[in-house]
């Protein structure tokens, strides 16, 4: 399955912005392919998005990457189409495409055009990821609460949905303080993982990026790191560990200061009165 796709009278106009761009260049492989694109095959189209995500990668052309997008966006669509007809929760396919072409625009040195076919390959994978990360987050934002048995009650118990438009200014409040108090405490959570994490090795970092952040399976990324199984899980394991080392450290540290202010407010205060 190709990503590439355009309409019959799109083939013309974009052939020519093709070539154009390909001759700023001076890149002959995308002039030959733009003059073949009205009869091009499958194969020739994938070319030319690897192409083009190339010279964005080397270039961080915006015209190579609105020439990438417009040929592809529409078949990444049905691709994550494909992907959430198996979510049972409700998810956005045009957040979903928005936030692959903004990983593709953000992460373009982690492309490899080793093959005609590299840029297709290496969407797959993102889109598959993002997907994913849709469906968990729908799946989590999903409020539910068990609601009393109602009448007999041998009769199943019924899930009802949480009225939120049902809320008293007070719980608004109170929510909207709560919520507050939960950003800053993640914001401290992610400063802190963020300094233990750049304490990790390369070799730690790179593992546990590949299996927690793109979420490969453990036997993929032990190819990709030339290790056994086994000892990736145990390379995982260590830096996991290594983080939560650093982190429970930090957060001693942090609430030892937090103590010390509290006990030298209280002596001022007594002192004062």
């Known amino acids: ?72 966006h529409e078949g990444v669509l049905r691709l994550i189409y494909h992907h959430l007809r198996r979510s049972y ?38 889109v598959r990821n993002t997907c994913l990360k849709h469906s968990r987050k729908a799946q989590r934002n999903r409020a539910i609460s068990l609601g009393a048995p109602i009448g007999d009650p041998d009769d199943e118990m019924t899930l009802e949905l949480v009225d939120e438009a049902g809320a008293t200014p007070f719980q608004q409040t109170s ?22 994490y750049r304490c990790l090795t390369p070799r730690e970092k790179r593992a546990l990026y590949l299996v927690e952040v793109d979420v490969l399976p453990y036997k993929e990324v032990a190819a990709m790191l030339d290790v056994r199984v086994e000892n990736l899980k145990m390379m995982i394991f260590r830096a996991r560990r290594k983080v939560y080392t650093i982190m429970k450290r930090k957060f001693s540290a942090g609430q030892s200061a937090v103590d010390r202010r509290v006990v030298s407010e209280q002596v001022m205060l007594g002192g004062q009165s």
């Open 175 to 196: 929510d909207d303080e709560a919520l507050e108090n939960l950003v800053g405490a993640w914001t401290l959570y992610l400063h802190f993982y963020l300094h233990a």
């Open 1 to 72: 399955m190709s990503f590439a796709s355009l309409k019959e009278n799109q083939v013309k106009s974009y052939a020519a912005r093709l070539e154009a761009f390909g001759s700023s260049q001076d890149d002959q492989a995308l002039i030959g392919l733009a003059n073949k694109l009205p009869k091009s095959t499958v194969k020739d189209k994938d070319q030319v998005s690897t192409l083009l995500m190339a010279a964005y990668r080397d270039t961080a052309s915006n015209e190579a990457f609105g020439l990438l997008y417009e040929l592809n």
């Open 89 to 126: 929760y409700a998810v956005d396919a045009a957040d979903v495409l928005q936030e692959v072409f903004f990983n593709i625009f953000r992460y373009p040195f982690k492309f490899n055009p080793d093959r005609p076919s590299a840029f297709r390959n290496w969407t797959y994978s993102i």
